[in-house]
């Protein structure tokens, strides 16, 4: 139940900012509406087919593989919203080292980590305060520099549950 809840609350959240990034950005505001008008002609059936219509009758496949730039805008959304603080508790009942510094969390004591100290280090996100979906394209590909550059899906082994049931889908359809 956690994860339905998860899921509309963080993708709605998510959506709306979207819009609210693209609305000031016209640039890429045009690369969308493009895009969505290709898929939108790509599948009309007939004229007087609303797009509406047309985007609702779209099947999960299509909209995962049929709107790139939404789905590197969202990627680009989150980076940007999904901010803060991560915790863990050490229950394994003994100290963890941290790094080479000599450092423990001690038993049952906690570790945060500020991912913005990630999701908004100019090292991996060259000028990270402008919202720009092309640092995820293959010849960028900002994300992938380093491990755990981007942290907008979970990390470790609290990755979000909708990317885990999404990856596991298609190896299973693959």
């Known amino acids: 139940m956690g994860s339905l809840f998860a899921g509309q609350l963080n993708s709605g959240i998510s959506a709306a900012w979207l819009i609210i990034y693209l609305a000031s950005n016209p640039e890429w505001y045009t690369k969308f509406q493009q895009e969505v008008d290709g898929v939108v002609a790509k599948h009309r059936k007939t004229p007087d087919q609303s797009p509406t219509d047309i985007l609702g009758t779209l099947t999960v496949e299509e909209w995962e593989s049929e709107f790139p730039w939404i789905d590197l805008g969202l990627r680009e959304t989150i980076r940007f919203q999904m901010v803060g603080a991560a915790f863990r508790k050490n229950i394994s ?7 080479k510094t000599g450092e423990v969390i001690p038993v049952d004591g906690f570790a945060s980590f500020l991912t913005d100290n990630v999701m908004f280090n100019p090292e991996i996100y060259p000028n ?3 919202w720009d979906p092309a640092r995820y394209l293959p010849d960028r590909a ?3 520099s380093q491990p ?10 609290h990755v979000c549950l909708g990317m885990r049931v999404s990856e596991t889908r298609h190896l299973v359809m693959e």
């Open 93 to 99: 009942g003994k100290e963890i080292p941290i790094g």
């Open 128 to 130: 990270p305060a402008k």
């Open 142 to 144: 900002e994300d992938k």
């Open 148 to 157: 755990m550059a981007y942290m907008g899906w979970g990390f470790g082994r």
